[in-house]
């Protein structure tokens, strides 16, 4: 029997109770379709509305008292094909979940035995440790695959979690059972190979591949290595991604890119945080090891369009396969027919412009998917797997039966 689609809503106005009135009377016109009461809700939140996020919260309680709740507060967020940025605007999103399935935690309300098989997690960027953490928490789940982002906000950085909390980690555990598929989009685009960290000191990259890193950099940019300060401007638009040394590490040649001209998912892309011409060495905004493989590269915007429509291609090619050889074998069914909801979250550096117009990123997801329901926000990091990205986005999507491991 084919499960109820979620319920979402989302609206946009000055005064965060009429946004909330406009949402909820989305949501009493769809629940006429459908008996269950709902279990689980997201709302996500712009930043124009951080500081009113107690009352928002007590107001969405007293209309669901049985409703957990989780969310967090974005400079912007989307709902299917729009979104809403540097805007004062809510989305909502409500599903009914069987409650042994699903485990709402924060640091006040730990997991305990709740057997975690993934989780989205919204998290504080300043918490301590956050690498470490993510890192640990996947380990805590079968799955070892974690979803989310960190909240970003020009005010009040607030979480919801049962309630309107700040700091650390929060979000939803999900067991087996709740069948979901999620994958993950980068927006830049290597102009240079990817090559093996020789000599590094924390955030100091001394040399790749035995060569001074700055060399390499200005190398990679087509720019002189005599004038460093020539190349400046397009030192200001050139990020770095990192992955992690192979497990395998025999000194061995640096491992290809996953795909020509494209970064695989264990690349984290990073900030370029400055230069030293006296000592050809470059500074990245994370702690860089010997034996890491690093890549220089920079924003764009057809990459970017073009690896978002590959994950929900991904996706849909997934959910319309057969689920048995042979004769029994059922016949494939549309995708959005067997998505129930999606949570997408996307880099705040990614919305907007960076896709060619306004709601272009959200459109291009509906176009790909079809109308489902669908909330997120834009982050100030967004978490896949076990690691924190940058200047990516992460689409994970609700299905009718579990598919099996969510990547």
């Not at 400046?232 to 990192?242: I, P």
């Not at 061995?252 to 060495?281: K, Y």
């Not at 034996?291 to 970017?304: N, Y």
Request: net charge neutral; with cysteine.
């Amino acid at each position: 029997m084919t499960a109820a689609p979620f319920l979402h809503a989302h609206a946009t106005h000055p005064d965060w109770r009429m946004a909330l009135s406009l949402a909820l009377a989305q949501i009493d016109a769809q629940r006429k379709r459908r008996a269950a009461p709902p279990t689980l809700g997201w709302v996500y939140i712009s930043d124009h509305y951080a500081a009113a996020a107690q009352p928002l919260y007590d107001s969405l309680r007293r209309q669901w008292p049985e409703v957990a709740w989780v969310g967090c507060v974005g400079v912007g967020v989307a709902a299917s094909g729009v979104e809403y940025i540097d805007e004062p605007a809510l989305v909502l999103m409500l599903a009914a979940l069987p409650r042994q399935q699903f485990r709402v935690y924060s640091g006040a309300q730990p997991l305990g035995s709740f057997a975690a098989h993934t989780a989205l997690v919204h998290a504080d960027g300043a918490t301590h440790d956050l690498g470490e953490l993510l890192a640990e928490f996947a380990e805590r789940t079968t799955s070892g695959y974690l979803f989310g982002g960190l909240a970003s906000s020009r005010g009040d950085v607030v979480q919801f979690a049962d309630g309107v909390l700040r700091g650390g980690l929060s979000g939803v555990a999900f067991t087996r059972e709740v069948g979901l598929l999620s994958r993950l989009t980068q927006g830049c685009q290597p102009v240079g190979p990817q090559r093996r960290v020789t000599a590094a000191e924390r955030h100091v990259v001394h040399t790749l591949d035995g060569e001074p890193a700055l060399d390499c950099l200005l190398r990679d940019l087509g720019a002189d290595p005599r004038r460093p300060r020539g190349a400046l401007a397009r030192l200001r638009a050139t990020l770095v991604g990192l992955a992690d040394a192979p497990a395998a590490e025999a000194g061995a040649a640096a491992a290809p890119i996953a795909r020509p001209g494209q970064f695989g998912t264990d690349t984290r892309v990073r900030h370029l945080a400055g230069v030293d011409p006296g000592e050809r060495s470059i500074a990245v905004a994370d702690l860089v090891e010997p034996g890491m493989r690093l890549a220089f590269c920079q924003r764009d915007v057809e990459a970017a369009r073009r690896d978002l429509v590959r994950i929900c291609s991904e996706i849909r090619e997934e959910l319309t396969a057969d689920t048995a050889p042979g004769p029994s074998a059922r016949a494939p069914l549309d995708a959005a027919a067997r998505i129930r909801g999606a949570v997408y979250v996307s880099c705040a550096g990614r919305g907007g412009p960076h896709f060619g117009g306004a709601s272009a990123e959200l459109q291009t997801v509906r176009h790909a998917l079809g109308d489902v329901p669908l909330v997120g926000f834009y982050a100030g990091g967004e978490i896949a797997h076990r690691h924190l990205y940058g200047y990516s986005g992460v689409l994970t999507v609700f299905v009718d039966g579990p598919p099996g491991n969510p990547a």
